[in-house]
């Protein structure tokens, strides 16, 4: 791995973007065959996470939204107890048919799916919102309801990310790299990693052919570091989610997140 952001670089290799697709298929099939009463495998789903966002890298887990019939709502919610978790079950009873040799297990917000191979699905069964976000149950606590809207952050990733010439993709990849490779014992979420890049970013781009840099190397890498430090990042204050504006907790992050900074900067001086 190099130690400074490549152009275009650790994006996922081909036989494994097949292999992601092909269960992505197979988990929606599952799904609408369920619940919609289709044979449809890509009707009512959407990755979402850091492959929908496109920052994942080989090592990342797939995340996948699957949306519910909106009748449904009414008819878990008004269940007695958790009907939160059960929703989670129906989901996962759903995909044990498609995968009944692998572990599938519902946990807290999601329906789990550990390969063989190592390789992770976590599936959000999901009801859509007039407003184009979509509620989700949680299961903890006794059970709630909690709203997320990946469309929009989606959205303005890509935005954000053809401004900058694809630097922020490339950027929010490589720090994911540093977290696997050197600091795998912490926690440090993909939302934190993709939003606090698309704030701190601020106007730095991949510059275009033909155009120089007036910048000495490591300006960018100490940029980043500066606004982590200058900006409560430091501290655990909370940062907010591209497009969807949602306040993303850094509570459990900020800690890995500036060992992982600091490392950066550190082998770039």
Not at 90 to 109: E, F, W
Not at 170 to 197: A, E, K, M, P, Q
Not at 210 to 229: A, H, K, M
Not at 237 to 255: F, M, N, Q, R
Request: some cysteine; proline content about 3%; overall charge neutral.
């Amino acid at each position: 791995m190099s130690d400074r952001v490549q152009k275009h670089g650790e994006k996922i290799v081909y036989d494994i973007r097949k292999l992601v697709s092909l269960r992505y298929h197979t988990v929606t099939k599952a799904i609408n065959n369920e619940f919609w009463n289709s044979t449809s495998n890509t009707l009512h789903s959407l990755y979402v996470g850091s492959y929908g966002r496109n920052t994942a890298i080989d090592t990342s887990d797939i995340d996948i939204l699957v949306e519910l019939p909106s009748s449904l709502f009414d008819h878990y919610n008004n269940l007695s107890g958790n009907s939160q978790s059960r929703l989670l079950q129906a989901a996962r009873n759903a995909i044990l048919n498609a995968y009944p040799r692998s572990d599938v297990r519902a946990d807290g917000q999601v329906v789990k799916i550990a390969f063989s191979d190592e390789m992770d699905f976590e599936i959000v069964p999901a009801f859509k919102s007039g407003d184009g976000s979509f509620k989700y149950p949680d299961s903890n606590t006794g059970g709630t309801w909690k709203s997320t809207n990946p469309k929009a952050e989606q959205e303005a990733m890509a935005q954000k990310n053809k401004s900058s010439n694809g630097l922020l993709y490339d950027t929010c990849r490589h720090i994911r790299n540093i977290r696997d490779s050197s600091f795998s014992s912490y926690h440090l979420s993909g939302i934190v990693i993709d939003s606090f890049v698309y704030e701190a970013i601020g106007n730095w781009r991949w510059l275009n052919n033909g155009e120089s840099s007036s910048q000495p190397i490591g300006t960018y890498e100490q940029v980043l570091l500066d606004y982590y430090n200058q900006h409560g990042i430091s501290r655990g204050l909370g940062i907010t989610a591209p497009g969807s504006k949602d306040t993303v907790s850094t509570s459990s992050s900020y800690e890995c997140l500036g060992k992982v900074l600091k490392k950066w900067f550190e082998r770039i001086e």
